[in-house]
C-alpha cells in the first residue's frame, strides 16, 4: 500500500509508530521505576529512595515527554542514576516483557471491531434517514 511520503514528515509510518512507542516505554519505565523507588511491595519500610522519587514525580508531571529522548537527555542531567535507570529498564521492558504479537492481535482486533461499530451505525443513520423520506412522501 503507498503511503505518501509526506504524511509523517518523510518518515515511514512504521518509523512514526516506533518513535511513538519508544515515548511509551520510556514512560512505562518511568512508571516502573517510580514504583520502585516508592518501595511498593516492601511493607511498611516506606520510600526505597525518597529524593529520586521526587525528582521522578516531578518530571512526570512539570517535563513534556515528547521527544523520550531529549526527556531522558534532562533527567539524566539532573539525576544521572535515575536517567541511566529508566534506560535499561525501557530497554528490558521492550525487548523481554511487551506482549508484540498481543499487541498486534489487539490492534487488528480493535480496529475491526470499530470498523463493524461505525458500519453499523452509519448503515443505521442511512435507513432511518431512507425512511423518513419514504414517510415523508405519504403525507
Same mark, same amino acid.
Given at each position: 500500500?503507498?503511503? =505518501?511520503?509526506?504524511? /509523517? +514528515?518523510?518518515?515511514? =509510518?512504521?518509523? @512514526?509508530?516506533?518513535? #511513538?512507542?519508544?515515548? *511509551? /516505554?520510556? *514512560? %512505562?519505565?518511568?512508571? %516502573?521505576?517510580?514504583?520502585?523507588?516508592?518501595?511498593?511491595?516492601?511493607?511498611?519500610? +516506606? #520510600?526505597?529512595?525518597? !529524593?529520586? #522519587? $521526587?525528582?521522578?514525580?516531578? *518530571?512526570?508531571?512539570?517535563? =513534556?515527554?515528547? !521527544? #523520550?529522548?531529549?526527556?531522558?537527555?534532562?533527567?539524566?542531567?539532573?539525576?544521572?542514576?535515575?536517567?541511566?535507570?529508566?534506560?535499561? %529498564?525501557?530497554?528490558?521492558?521492550?525487548?523481554?516483557? /511487551?506482549?508484540?504479537?498481543?499487541?498486534?492481535?489487539?490492534?487488528?482486533?480493535?480496529?475491526?471491531? !470499530? $470498523?463493524?461499530?461505525?458500519?453499523?451505525?452509519?448503515? $443505521?443513520? @442511512?435507513?432511518?434517514?431512507?425512511?423518513?423520506?419514504?414517510?415523508?412522501?405519504?403525507?
Amino acid at each position: 500500500m503507498y503511503v =505518501p511520503s509526506d504524511s /509523517f +514528515g518523510g518518515m515511514s =509510518p512504521e518509523r @512514526r509508530a516506533a518513535q #511513538s512507542l519508544a515515548t *511509551f /516505554f520510556t *514512560f %512505562v519505565a518511568a512508571k %516502573v521505576v517510580m514504583s520502585q523507588l516508592e518501595g511498593i511491595g516492601r511493607s511498611d519500610l +516506606g #520510600s526505597y529512595n525518597a !529524593d529520586a #522519587s $521526587n525528582t521522578l514525580r516531578r *518530571f512526570l508531571q512539570n517535563e =513534556p515527554m515528547k !521527544d #523520550s529522548a531529549d526527556w531522558l537527555a534532562r533527567l539524566t542531567t539532573e539525576n544521572e542514576m535515575l536517567g541511566i535507570r529508566i534506560m535499561e %529498564v525501557r530497554a528490558a521492558y521492550a525487548k523481554e516483557d /511487551f506482549e508484540w504479537d498481543n499487541l498486534k492481535r489487539l490492534a487488528i482486533d480493535g480496529l475491526a471491531a !470499530d $470498523n463493524t461499530r461505525l458500519l453499523r451505525q452509519h448503515a $443505521n443513520h @442511512r435507513f432511518t434517514a431512507m425512511l423518513d423520506r419514504a414517510g415523508g412522501d405519504e403525507h
